[in-house]
């Protein structure tokens, strides 16, 4: 065991995470050059495409040290952006030690300072990395003064490199080497191994990624899941070298797979233990926390026939992500589908468009919304993160909605433009301080629902790409918050309903009619498209009729017969709108989750 390393590496976002971890992987050996591309542990097409990691990844590499002897690193490479936070903390209890990248330009940034806390929480070695050491407009000792200052850290031991040109690549591996302690355990206690991830494959069943605590596992074995008792044949145990290797064994210290032929989904769960059927293990390891999803939305399959599809799609897509939680909803305009809670915007974007490509689903998002709670006159508490179980208006006593601290670090000359959106936000009690000469640290506190609608996108296009932001959950706090609902024809279309504060009513019931006049097709009638809050009509747009030229036949003559041709028509479009209903086409429902940028 002491002859294994088990490290992550952790930054901000674009730091330089996945290129670091192509050069460590070079240096090692396990790929041909002709075989190699770059960031080639994202081996999802959407993350090649967007330039971001969504999932950690595993690689083992052999490593022959400066004092001759061989080890194996265990390199798991993570996310940075924010809403994959919980890929991190997963990744980190399966590590020793990690590697904390920071951009010599950039320095340290949000993103930096919340993986640093949770590696903290772990109690791992932290090695401190700069990257981008040849950029021109690198600037190293302002990074070694902010590691000290902001990070709290010892400089003197950080490691210089350049992971693009591949500088400095040695001397990380080495203090990997001697600066993580090797992982503890008895190889020959009863089995304990704790599953950080898991993946379905179509031939094999379900492959679980997992971390060796105590005891060795093998092939032939029987092993069982902790938490819901049920047992497997063990098929295949290895590691990964990019593609699974096999191996004999798995022992305590190792990080690998396991492949048992489990066919029932639902039976294997991140932050499960296993252990040995015939020697079971005193008690489970400690798991991963709950994670508690700050934004909702509801999928519905767009043909009914496909409910089945979407559901089987949704078990299997939660064993690879396992931030993700669903249960039934129905709904009158788009029948039956799931409610879904998501960690932001970015993670529902992420899964929305991983559904339709890996499993091959045609989808309709609802409205995203937050979870508000509400006190009922009778003294009961609700929360409701559906706008269909909106409790009667009269019964409410108060509503609360979830506020978030939301801290920014930004060139200072952002900070006015910065400070407007924020206000326009609805944000309270901001605190201003500067870390460093020319880069403000803003905290701002706000209510989690205008966050989520479009800040972010708004935020990096103010600061140019150079504001961080990073936020965690406060409270709850009253506030004056109304359901929102929209009629299509003096229907009520229950999938764009949204809950809102009362100020921002009148503006998103305007904005989400005119979008659905722009996205619904003419009809031969005239349709209302309204924004009503009760009772009370507070937007409108109207998309106008075709209008047949039933006078085009008619040259010269009498008018008096053009006029009876027209009234006719009249009569005729009149008791069309009485029986006319208006399908909306999938397209408008996205059209109105769109920001103003968009």
């Known amino acids: 065991m002491d002859k294994i390393r088990n490290f992550s590496i952790i930054a901000h976002i674009d730091h330089g995470k996945s290129t670091l971890a192509d050069r460590l992987i070079q240096f090692a050996g396990i790929v041909e050059d002709r075989n190699f591309q770059d960031q080639i542990l994202d081996n999802m097409d959407i993350e090649r495409e967007r330039g971001i990691t969504i999932k ?113 690549i040695e001397e990380i591996l080495e203090a990997v080497v001697t600066r993580v302690p090797p992982p503890e355990g008895d190889p020959d206690a009863p089995l ?37 008792n049920s047992s497997y044949r063990v098929e295949e145990v290895g590691h990964f070298l990019l593609q699974r290797e096999k191996r004999d064994r798995l022992s305590a210290g190792d990080v690998g797979y396991i492949i048992a032929g489990v066919k029932t989904v639902s039976d294997v769960r991140t932050g499960d233990t296993i252990t040995l059927e015939n020697r079971p293990c005193a008690k489970p390891l400690p798991g991963f926390k709950e994670v508690k999803p700050v934004v909702f939305a509801s999928i519905y399959p767009i043909a009914a026939d496909d409910y089945s599809d979407l559901s089987d799609s949704l078990d299997k897509f939660k064993l690879n992500d396992a931030s993700f939680v669903y249960e039934k909803d129905s709904s009158a305009a788009l029948g039956q589908g799931f409610r879904c809670g998501f960690l932001g915007l970015l993670h529902l974007d992420i899964v929305q468009e991983r559904l339709e490509r890996e499993f091959d689903l045609s989808i309709i998002i609802s409205v995203p919304s937050v979870r508000y709670r509400f006190t009922l006159k009778d003294g009961t508490t609700l929360f409701v993160d559906n706008p269909a179980h909106y409790p009667d208006q009269m ?87 109304v359901l929102l609902d929209i009629l299509v024809n003096g229907e009520k279309v229950d999938a764009l309903s949204q809950i809102v504060h009362r100020e921002r009513a009148r503006t998103r019931g305007l904005q989400a009619c005119e979008r659905l006049k722009e996205e619904i097709p003419k009809q031969m009638f005239k349709i209302a498209i309204q924004g009503a809050i009760g009772g009370e009509i507070i937007s409108r747009t109207t998309i106008t009729a075709f209008r047949k030229d039933v006078i085009a036949k008619c040259y010269g003559g009498d008018i008096s017969r053009k006029r009876k041709l027209l009234e006719k028509q009249k009569k005729g479009k009149k008791r069309m709108k009485m029986i006319g209903n208006v399908s909306i086409p999938q397209s408008a429902f996205l059209s109105v989750l769109k920001s103003d940028a968009e």
Do not use: W
């Open 56 to 168: 950690s990844q595993v690689v083992s590499l052999p490593y022959s040290a400066k004092d001759k002897k061989d080890y194996t690193l265990n390199l798991i490479d993570t996310p940075g952006h924010v809403d994959f936070s919980y890929e991190v903390s997963r990744s980190l209890a399966s590590c020793e030690g990690v590697l904390l990248l920071i951009d010599a330009a950039q320095g340290v940034q949000a993103q930096t300072l919340a993986n640093l806390y949770l590696a903290m929480e772990h109690n791992l070695e932290i090695i401190p990395v700069i990257n981008k050491i040849d950029l021109p407009s690198a600037d190293v000792d302002r990074v070694i003064e902010q590691i000290e200052s902001e990070l709290g850290l010892d400089a003197t031991d950080h490691l210089k490199c350049s992971a693009k040109m591949g500088i400095g």
């Open 395 to 481: 019964s409410i006593l108060k509503g609360e909605e979830p506020y978030i601290r939301a801290a920014m670090m930004l060139p200072e000359r952002y900070m006015g433009a910065v400070m407007k959106l924020c206000m326009e936000k609805r944000g309270v009690n901001s605190t201003l301080n500067y870390p460093t000469p020319g880069r403000a640290e803003l905290t701002y506190e706000m209510p989690l629902a205008e966050v989520i609608f479009d800040f972010y996108d708004r935020f990096k296009s103010i600061t140019q790409g150079y504001g961080s932001f990073d936020y965690d959950i406060i409270d709850y706090r009253e506030s004056s918050l």
């Open 192 to 228: 304990a191994a704790l599953i950080f991830d898991a993946k379905y494959d179509s031939f094999r069943g379900t492959v679980i990624h997992c971390r060796v605590f105590n005891g060795t596992v093998k092939s032939g074995d029987t092993i069982r899941f902790v938490y819901n």
